[in-house]
Protein backbone atom coordinates (compact mmCIF):
# COMPACT_ATOMS: atom_id res chain seq x y z
CA UNK A 1 0.00 0.00 0.00
CA UNK A 2 1.74 3.72 -1.09
CA UNK A 3 1.10 5.83 1.75
CA UNK A 4 -0.65 9.67 1.50
CA UNK A 5 1.60 11.94 0.55
CA UNK A 6 1.66 15.47 1.21
CA UNK A 7 4.69 16.77 -0.17
CA UNK A 8 7.71 15.64 -2.26
CA UNK A 9 11.19 16.89 -2.80
CA UNK A 10 13.77 15.82 -5.24
CA UNK A 11 16.48 16.67 -6.85
CA UNK A 12 18.91 14.91 -9.65
CA UNK A 13 22.71 13.66 -9.01
CA UNK A 14 24.85 14.84 -11.32
CA UNK A 15 28.42 12.43 -12.38
CA UNK A 16 30.48 14.53 -10.62
CA UNK A 17 28.69 14.35 -7.05
CA UNK A 18 27.94 10.59 -8.16
CA UNK A 19 31.66 10.06 -8.33
CA UNK A 20 32.55 11.85 -5.07
CA UNK A 21 30.00 9.61 -2.34
CA UNK A 22 31.49 6.94 -4.64
CA UNK A 23 34.49 6.99 -4.32
CA UNK A 24 37.22 6.38 -1.60
CA UNK A 25 39.47 8.91 -0.02
CA UNK A 26 42.35 7.69 -1.91
CA UNK A 27 40.53 8.96 -5.15
CA UNK A 28 39.92 12.42 -3.53
CA UNK A 29 41.59 15.90 -3.98
CA UNK A 30 45.05 16.27 -2.16
CA UNK A 31 43.72 19.00 -0.50
CA UNK A 32 41.38 17.12 1.21
CA UNK A 33 38.31 15.21 1.50
CA UNK A 34 36.34 16.72 -1.26
CA UNK A 35 32.61 16.63 -1.69
CA UNK A 36 31.18 13.80 0.13
CA UNK A 37 27.46 14.70 0.11
CA UNK A 38 24.92 15.20 -2.18
CA UNK A 39 24.80 19.26 -3.14
CA UNK A 40 21.86 21.60 -3.42
CA UNK A 41 22.35 24.07 -6.29
CA UNK A 42 21.18 27.17 -5.40
CA UNK A 43 17.90 26.97 -7.57
CA UNK A 44 16.84 24.69 -5.35
CA UNK A 45 17.31 25.53 -2.29
CA UNK A 46 13.98 27.72 -1.78
CA UNK A 47 12.40 24.09 -2.73
CA UNK A 48 14.05 22.62 -0.30
CA UNK A 49 13.82 24.52 2.66
CA UNK A 50 10.03 24.56 2.07
CA UNK A 51 10.44 20.90 2.53
CA UNK A 52 12.09 21.31 5.24
CA UNK A 53 10.07 23.90 6.97
CA UNK A 54 13.05 25.52 7.96
CA UNK A 55 14.95 28.76 7.11
CA UNK A 56 18.60 29.33 5.68
CA UNK A 57 19.71 30.78 8.77
CA UNK A 58 18.37 27.97 10.80
CA UNK A 59 20.47 25.22 9.02
CA UNK A 60 21.99 22.93 9.99
CA UNK A 61 18.46 20.20 10.78
CA UNK A 62 18.35 17.12 11.12
CA UNK A 63 15.22 15.21 9.54
CA UNK A 64 14.17 11.54 11.14
CA UNK A 65 13.58 9.81 7.95
CA UNK A 66 12.05 6.16 6.85
CA UNK A 67 14.22 4.61 4.19
CA UNK A 68 11.90 2.73 1.46
CA UNK A 69 13.21 -0.80 1.10
CA UNK A 70 14.41 -0.98 5.02
CA UNK A 71 11.65 1.06 6.39
CA UNK A 72 14.96 1.46 8.89
CA UNK A 73 14.50 4.71 10.74
CA UNK A 74 17.71 7.26 10.46
CA UNK A 75 18.65 10.83 10.68
CA UNK A 76 19.42 13.11 7.60
CA UNK A 77 21.04 16.83 8.24
CA UNK A 78 20.96 19.37 5.47
CA UNK A 79 23.43 21.90 6.29
CA UNK A 80 24.02 25.76 4.59
CA UNK A 81 26.86 25.96 2.20
CA UNK A 82 29.31 28.95 0.65
CA UNK A 83 27.02 31.41 -2.44
CA UNK A 84 24.42 30.08 -0.92
CA UNK A 85 24.01 26.84 -1.66
CA UNK A 86 23.10 23.79 0.86
CA UNK A 87 23.72 19.94 1.45
CA UNK A 88 23.17 17.49 2.81
CA UNK A 89 25.42 15.16 5.60
CA UNK A 90 28.32 13.03 4.51
CA UNK A 91 26.62 10.55 1.82
CA UNK A 92 29.83 8.60 0.93
CA UNK A 93 29.24 4.85 0.59
CA UNK A 94 32.89 3.41 1.05
CA UNK A 95 32.62 5.63 4.19
CA UNK A 96 29.53 3.81 5.63
CA UNK A 97 27.65 7.32 5.89
CA UNK A 98 25.19 6.95 3.07
CA UNK A 99 21.58 6.36 4.63
CA UNK A 100 20.40 2.97 3.48
CA UNK A 101 17.90 4.20 1.03
CA UNK A 102 20.56 5.15 -1.50
CA UNK A 103 22.67 2.28 -0.89
CA UNK A 104 23.57 -0.02 -2.98
CA UNK A 105 22.13 -2.89 -0.88
CA UNK A 106 18.20 -1.23 -1.94
CA UNK A 107 19.20 -1.19 -5.52
CA UNK A 108 20.96 2.22 -5.70
CA UNK A 109 23.31 2.31 -8.27
CA UNK A 110 26.59 2.11 -7.54
CA UNK A 111 30.44 2.52 -8.74
CA UNK A 112 33.19 0.15 -8.65
CA UNK A 113 35.03 0.14 -5.66
CA UNK A 114 38.05 1.40 -7.08
CA UNK A 115 36.80 4.07 -9.12
CA UNK A 116 39.41 6.78 -10.19
CA UNK A 117 37.47 9.10 -12.38
CA UNK A 118 34.13 10.66 -12.72
CA UNK A 119 33.73 9.56 -16.21
CA UNK A 120 32.69 6.27 -14.84
CA UNK A 121 30.08 7.80 -13.09
CA UNK A 122 29.04 9.76 -16.13
CA UNK A 123 28.79 6.77 -17.82
CA UNK A 124 26.57 5.09 -15.27
CA UNK A 125 24.00 7.97 -15.39
CA UNK A 126 23.94 7.87 -18.97
CA UNK A 127 23.21 3.89 -19.03
CA UNK A 128 20.18 4.20 -16.78
CA UNK A 129 19.08 7.76 -18.18
CA UNK A 130 19.19 9.37 -15.03
CA UNK A 131 19.43 9.61 -11.04
CA UNK A 132 17.42 11.28 -8.84
CA UNK A 133 17.20 11.31 -5.02
CA UNK A 134 13.87 12.05 -3.20
CA UNK A 135 12.17 13.00 0.28
CA UNK A 136 8.49 11.83 0.63
CA UNK A 137 6.61 13.44 3.60
CA UNK A 138 2.91 11.72 4.20
CA UNK A 139 0.04 13.45 5.40
CA UNK A 140 0.92 11.32 8.95
CA UNK A 141 4.25 13.33 8.94
CA UNK A 142 6.48 10.57 8.11
CA UNK A 143 9.50 10.75 6.07
CA UNK A 144 10.39 8.72 3.11
CA UNK A 145 13.80 8.60 1.54
CA UNK A 146 13.97 7.25 -1.93
CA UNK A 147 15.66 7.38 -5.54
CA UNK A 148 14.40 6.81 -9.55
CA UNK A 149 16.84 5.92 -12.58
CA UNK A 150 15.43 7.25 -15.48
CA UNK A 151 13.99 10.14 -17.50
CA UNK A 152 10.51 8.78 -17.15
CA UNK A 153 8.16 6.19 -14.79
CA UNK A 154 8.84 2.58 -15.55
CA UNK A 155 5.90 0.94 -17.20
CA UNK A 156 3.51 -0.10 -14.02
CA UNK A 157 4.62 3.12 -12.03
CA UNK A 158 1.65 4.56 -10.28
CA UNK A 159 0.39 7.76 -12.02
CA UNK A 160 1.57 10.11 -9.05
CA UNK A 161 1.11 13.76 -9.63
CA UNK A 162 4.64 14.51 -8.74
CA UNK A 163 6.20 12.09 -11.25
CA UNK A 164 8.02 14.96 -12.97
CA UNK A 165 10.30 15.60 -9.71
CA UNK A 166 10.87 12.17 -9.35
CA UNK A 167 11.97 11.66 -12.73
CA UNK A 168 13.69 15.36 -13.37
CA UNK A 169 10.97 14.86 -16.76
CA UNK A 170 10.54 18.91 -16.44
CA UNK A 171 13.43 20.39 -14.37
CA UNK A 172 16.39 18.34 -12.61
CA UNK A 173 14.04 18.58 -9.14
CA UNK A 174 12.09 20.11 -7.14
CA UNK A 175 8.90 21.04 -4.58
CA UNK A 176 5.55 19.55 -4.42
CA UNK A 177 3.20 19.75 -1.71
CA UNK A 178 -0.84 18.51 -2.11
CA UNK A 179 -3.28 21.61 -2.13
Given amino acids: MIPDVSEVWSKSVNAS ?14 SGGGQLYFQVPVKRVEDTLQFLRTTYDQLPTTLSIRNIGSEVEQSLTFFNKSAGRMRTGPQNR ?3 QRIDAWTPQYGFPRLSDNVEAREEAEELIEAIGGLHIFLARTVEDVIWAGF ?4 HPPKGWPDFEFNNLLFGIDEPGGYWKST
Fill in 148 to 151: TTGS
Fill in 94 to 96: QRG
Fill in 17 to 30: EFFNVERKASAGPD
